[in-house]
């Protein structure tokens, strides 16, 4: 229906190489090895013997063992099933017409990783990760999910410098400079959470285990509830669907205890002109708030975010988005949310475009923001779209997270889908949804997550793609993470 890239979310439950690519980091501890050892010639002050120093044991993993240095193994995994009873699509493969408005398939990654932090004489400390990343789509997804498909690749490969007690005035860590292959995140994902695209020839296209930005360099400066944030986030895309976006961003937050924090962020957007055109040159102010104002009602809270995108005559857009929730102090915890979100579709009688430019946005938890399993997964994005949700979760254990969240889909400019499809579209309803969900912690490493899903197309999807027959959809995903 609108516009979509292969961008992925990145699964909750799954964020954590080769062996023969951890060079880089075994050369970094060889050189921290020989920093941190005294001179061979260095004598005593005194005529007493130096009390021998315990020697650090050799690390169970078999990697050198250097004082000051911690090594630890990450290993990700995930197997998922997927489903339609009736297919999205007025037919799932246009290149193999059967009729059949049916569709499954199955996606499997694995992700395993070294990361290495050392420490000098409990000051400042050099850290560094290495993973790869392997993932594959097969039992013949629709064309949209990428059709088969597999890929292996290196994921993060960074190293960072922070300065832990160094500059003890200001606080632990108050600088922080990593460089790489690396993740970076800003607030609740609304516009920056995902470095890497997913699906198509790489495969993946729910699972989407990858996270790294293809070249990241992140500055942090931190001093009390204050944090001033400098970044450049290179894109890594689809070799079939690169456009070069890269994004220069400055960030700001503010802690006000541990209840609120206030968020500001400045965004220079860089692409191909011949891919991207509105996003080259593109200037982004962000604005959000998340709180939960009142100590005498821990239950209730807030959040707000606002976009406002401007790129001189070819791009001016708006997005935001308003939630409120409570949590019920009684059993199974019962948490009750409503949010309104907002993003602005382009008119085309105008001669430039106001259709938002959803960016890098990611998923940090179920309908943030791949808003619904049906909907915002396969056929709408945040753009051209309003939406409102409301959700029940409820925690019948500490292991066991469960519940529904209904959706009402609109379109803001219905004569834009109208455009895109070359169809008379005057109807702003897309579609309303119910989904499902449930996520079972089986135990400290194996999470079991469900959904079922149901979504009822609204006039404006019958009016472009004549499909009228209410859609089913289920997922079953197992994710390991050690």
Do not use: C
Not at 115 to 144: D, H, N, V
Not at 438 to 461: E, Q
Request: hydrophobic share 40%; net charge negative.
């Amino acid at each position: 229906m609108v516009d979509r890239t292969w961008d992925r979310r990145a699964v909750g439950v799954v964020r954590r190489v080769r062996m023969l690519e951890t060079q880089s980091l075994f050369v970094l501890a060889a050189s921290l090895a020989l920093i941190g050892a005294p001179a061979s010639g260095e004598e005593q002050a005194s005529g007493s013997e130096k009390p021998a120093e315990a020697q650090p044991e050799a690390p169970s993993t078999g990697l050198p063992s250097v004082r000051g240095l911690e090594w630890q193994f990450h290993l990700d995994a995930s197997f998922g099933a997927f489903g339609f009873a009736h297919s999205l699509y007025t037919n799932p493969k246009p290149d193999q017409p059967s009729g059949n408005l049916g569709d499954n398939w199955f996606e499997g990654a694995v992700k395993p990783g070294l990361s290495g932090t050392w420490t000098a004489s409990g000051s400042w400390q050099i850290y560094g990760k290495i993973s790869a990343a392997g993932e594959r789509s097969f039992a013949t997804p629709p064309t949209l999910i990428g059709d088969s498909a597999s890929s292996f690749g290196v994921d993060d490969l960074y190293l960072g410098w922070r300065s832990g007690k160094l500059l003890g005035g200001l606080g632990e860590n108050a600088l922080d400079f990593t460089v790489g292959r690396a993740p970076y995140q800003i607030g609740h994902g609304f516009l920056v959470w995902d470095g890497t695209a997913e699906g198509g020839t790489r495969g993946g296209y729910w699972s989407n285990i990858r996270r790294a930005f293809a070249f990241a360099a992140i500055g942090r400066f931190k001093a009390g509830p204050h944090t001033v944030e400098a970044f450049w986030l290179d894109r890594d895309e689809l070799p079939e669907a690169t456009t070069g976006s890269r994004l220069l961003g400055f960030n700001y937050e503010l802690a006000l205890g541990a209840a609120t924090t206030i968020g500001a962020t400045y965004l220079r957007g860089f692409a191909h002109t011949d891919q991207k055109p509105t996003r080259d040159g593109l200037n982004v102010y962000n604005l959000r708030v998340f709180t939960a104002p009142f100590s005498s009602v821990p239950g209730l809270s807030f959040e707000a975010e606002y976009a406002r995108e401007h790129n001189g005559g070819l791009l001016d857009a708006t997005a935001w988005s308003v939630q409120g929730a409570y949590e019920f102090d009684a059993p199974w915890k019962p948490r009750l949310s409503y949010r309104f979100a907002f993003f602005q579709g382009d008119d085309p009688g105008t001669s430039r475009s106001e259709a938002f430019d959803p960016l890098f946005m990611g998923f940090y938890d179920w309908g943030a923001w791949w808003q619904g399993e049906i909907a915002g997964e396969y056929f709408v994005s945040t753009s051209n779209l309003l939406s409102h949700q409301v959700r029940l979760h409820l925690a019948p254990s500490e292991r066991l997270g469960t519940g529904l969240i209904f959706y009402k889909f609109l379109l803001d400019q219905p004569a834009a889908l109208a455009a895109a499809v070359g169809l008379p579209v005057t109807s702003s309803d897309v579609a309303t949804e119910l989904d499902w969900y449930a996520d079972w912690k089986i135990n400290a490493h194996f999470t079991l997550s469900l959904v079922a899903a149901w979504a009822h197309p609204g006039t404006a999807v019958t009016q472009a793609f004549a499909r009228t027959q209410d859609f089913w959809y289920g997922l079953a995903f197992l994710a390991y993470v050690y």
